[in-house]
């Protein structure tokens, strides 16, 4: 498809469960976000790359958050040891490297922890 | 640090009108103002994207004005319809592909 896709869709884990969250990107974009999503609030900032390097991950809630996007197409955000305060919807976005740009975002996974 | 505030009520307004949503900014001057919408259950999509050094950007239905003195954004929507439902988004950011700052977001319902 033209847009960003996320995968799962949906994931409903155990407290203490690691997760793994996939983003796939528009094509040619070459910066990727990642926000997180609670409910009835605007998405925050996680971490961005720009192709395969991660420029900013100063929104990253704590050392238990990573993300990587190796060949600078698809990333994962993986959360280790989750906690019920992690249930949110994460959103994924793509860009153009480039000023005046709008992002483009997936409809996002929502994680449920038990 | 950065803030910004949307009002957190829900607009309900009726088939025809113009809806007109605030968006306000504290502590930092962004080079962009961005507006987005998002429904239930969906991602923002982006709507519209004005810069510090413009007043007032239109698209079809829809118009952005933006005020540096004031530290505030106004987003139009003329002859509104029931379609129209959503989550608008405001988000600013600072420069070239850098992060979005996002308000809360304010719900618009128009009704016929």
């Known amino acids: 498809g033209a847009g960003v896709s996320q995968s799962p869709r949906y994931k409903v884990a155990k407290r203490g469960q690691d997760v793994a969250l996939r983003c796939d990107p528009i094509?040619?974009?070459?910066?990727l976000f990642w926000y997180q999503q609670a409910l009835g609030q605007g998405p925050e900032f996680l971490t961005y790359f720009q192709n395969e390097a991660q420029l900013d991950k100063s929104g990253l809630p704590s050392d238990r958050f990573f993300a990587e996007r190796p060949e600078g197409s698809v990333s994962t955000l993986k959360i280790q040891r989750t906690q019920q305060e992690d249930s949110a919807v994460y959103l994924c976005a793509s860009s153009w490297d480039r000023d005046n740009q709008p992002q483009h975002f997936g409809d996002g996974t929502r994680l449920s922890i038990l | 640090s950065q803030k910004i505030e949307q009002n957190s009520e829900a607009l309900n307004i009726q088939e025809g009108k113009t809806a007109t949503l605030t968006c306000n900014y504290t502590?930092?001057?962004?080079?962009?103002l961005q507006w987005y919408r998002q429904d239930p259950g969906r991602g923002p999509v982006f709507l519209l994207l004005?810069?510090?050094?413009?007043k007032e950007k239109r698209k079809e239905r829809l118009k952005v004005t933006f005020d540096t003195t004031l530290k505030q954004s106004l987003f139009h929507i003329t002859a509104s319809q029931p379609a129209d439902s959503a989550t608008y988004l405001c988000a600013t950011h600072t420069g070239t592909a850098s992060k979005l700052t996002f308000g809360t977001g304010t719900r618009l319902q128009v009704t016929l």
């Open positions: 502590n930092y001057s962004p080079a962009y």
């Open positions: 094509s040619g974009h070459v910066s």
């Open positions: 004005i810069r510090e050094n413009e």
